[in-house]
């Protein structure tokens, strides 16, 4: 099994632009999450969604928008990029029907420079 | 607002040491806490505890939790420089669809 599948792994964009963040995982999981993470800090919720066809905001969720078409895919969308989004970000799944909760499944990362 | 607390935000030991990681949290509700350790990229899940009092063991890492005083330990004995990582620590709430809040994180640093 593949896991959570993140790409790109490295990104750099220009001030203005946009971009998609892929993140698909094979697990049959229902749950999937965005992070970003910053120097120092904690891991941050950014839109978390608990099915296809199903999204909501997280704690930071202003310049990002979601989808959720499928249950295999969740691909984060950044529009006008700004330098306060230069980060590492993060999808996580979890929690198979039928099973109890044991933790994330992560991705290996994006990590994203806006200059 | 609900929040995790870790401490030392770092710590440099040397190899064969023991180290203790502190985790506090104050949440409206609590279900379970988390310990991942990350290294150059995503965490990787370590302990999940749920009742106070009950030690999780892995190798030379452990970790218990207290309810009533809102706080976990995570010890590693004989560290290793292959134990030089950031520990975070997360805690879950009922009825949060499984989001976690995360604590800033412990970055460690073991010496040969």
């Known amino acids: 099994n593949a896991g959570v599948t993140q790409t790109p792994k490295f990104r750099i964009l220009k001030i203005g632009q946009s971009m998609t963040l892929q993140c698909a995982q094979d697990m049959n999981h229902n749950y999937m999450y965005w992070y970003r993470q910053d120097p120092g800090m904690g891991l941050k919720l950014i839109y978390y969604s608990v099915g296809a066809g199903i999204t909501d905001k997280g704690e930071v969720p202003n310049g990002y928008n979601v989808s959720r078409s499928t249950t295999e895919d969740f691909p984060l969308r950044l529009e006008l990029a700004a330098p306060s989004q230069t980060s590492v970000y993060f999808c996580?799944?979890?929690?198979?029907?039928?099973?109890?909760?044991?933790?994330?499944?992560f991705g290996s990362g994006t990590r994203l420079t806006v200059v | 607002e609900d929040k995790v607390v870790q401490s030392p935000l770092s710590l440099v030991v040397h190899e064969g040491d023991t180290v203790t990681l502190n985790c506090s949290y104050e949440v409206t509700n609590f279900r379970s806490l988390l310990w991942y350790k990350q290294e150059k990229k995503a965490p990787t899940f370590l302990f999940m505890l749920t009742s106070s009092g009950i030690e999780k063991k892995s190798g030379r890492l452990s970790s218990i939790l207290d309810k009533k005083e809102l706080f976990s330990i995570l010890n590693i004995t004989a560290t290793q420089t292959g134990d030089s990582a950031i520990y975070l620590c997360?805690?879950?709430?009922?009825?949060?669809?499984?989001?976690?809040?995360w604590g800033a994180g412990t970055k460690l640093i073991i010496k040969p």
């Open positions: 996580a799944s979890t929690f198979s029907r039928g099973q109890g909760f044991g933790g994330y499944t």
């Open positions: 997360a805690v879950i709430t009922p009825d949060s669809n499984y989001q976690l809040i």
